[in-house]
Nanobody, 113 residues
Framework: VGLVESGGGLVQPGGSLRLSCTAP????????MGWYRQAPGKERELIAR???????DYADSVKGRFTISRDNAKKSVTLQMDNLKPEDTAVYYC????????WGKGTMVTVSR
C-alpha cells in the first residue's frame, strides 16, 4: 500500500514535531486512518485516528497535545505533536484503521534533553 512516514527527529521536552504520511495505495476516501507508535520494548499502539469524514479521536496519553488531520486529495495524513514528553519517544507509523498487515518503515521520534 506504499505507506511512507516522515518528519521525525530529536526534540526537547515541551517541543513540537509534525509528522506526515502518504498512502498512495490506500482507498483513501473510504477508510479511517490512524497514527500508531511503538516504544522500545513495547507493543505498537494506536494513538490517533481520523475517520473518512475527518472526525478525530485520540488515546488518553496524547489527547490535548496531538492533532491528527487528513487531506483526501493528497492521500496524506499528518500528526501535529505539541508539548512532547520523553514518554512519547517511539517509532511512529501511519496505517489504515484497522491496519493493513503491511506497514511502512515508520519515523523515529526522540524526546530528550
Amino acid at each position: 500500500v506504499g505507506l511512507v512516514e516522515s518528519g521525525g527527529g530529536l526534540v526537547q521536552p515541551g517541543g513540537s514535531l509534525r509528522l506526515s504520511c502518504t498512502a498512495p495505495g490506500v482507498p483513501f476516501t473510504i477508510n479511517a486512518m490512524g497514527w500508531y507508535r511503538q516504544a522500545p520494548g513495547k507493543e505498537r499502539e494506536l494513538i490517533a485516528r481520523v475517520t473518512s469524514r475527518g472526525a478525530p479521536d485520540y488515546a488518553d496519553s496524547v489527547k490535548g497535545r496531538f492533532t491528527i488531520s487528513r487531506d483526501n486529495a493528497k492521500k496524506s495524513v499528518t500528526l501535529q505533536m505539541d508539548n512532547l514528553k520523553p514518554e512519547d519517544t517511539a517509532v511512529y507509523y501511519c496505517n489504515r484503521n484497522p491496519p493493513y498487515s503491511t506497514w511502512g518503515k515508520g519515523t523515529m521520534v526522540t524526546v530528550s534533553r
